[in-house]
């Protein structure tokens, strides 16, 4: 199973994406499958974990978005 790191804002679900132009994570909408597709998917929760706390101590925006790990069949 594979995992997204997600959160909901004003009630559309969105996920993280790694914009490696400006070498940063970012939010994405995540509801249609090609959205789903864009976002940051790790094979397994430990990963998505590695990442979130990695978001948590250095990205003080995100991190204030409630960020949460979710599977990512529950967007398909």
Same mark, same amino acid.
């Given at each position: 199973m594979s995992y997204l790191i997600t959160t909901t804002i004003d009630n559309v679900p969105h #996920?993280?994406?790694c914009n490696v132009k400006k070498?940063?994570?970012e939010l994405i909408r995540a509801v249609t499958a090609l959205e789903v597709g864009k976002a940051f998917c790790s094979p397994n929760?430990?990963? #998505?974990?590695s990442i979130l706390n990695w978001i948590n101590e250095n990205d003080k925006n995100l991190a204030s978005k409630g960020?949460?790990?979710?599977p990512e069949a529950k967007f398909l």
């Open positions: #996920a993280i994406t070498n940063r994570f929760k430990t990963g #998505a974990m960020l949460t790990i979710s």
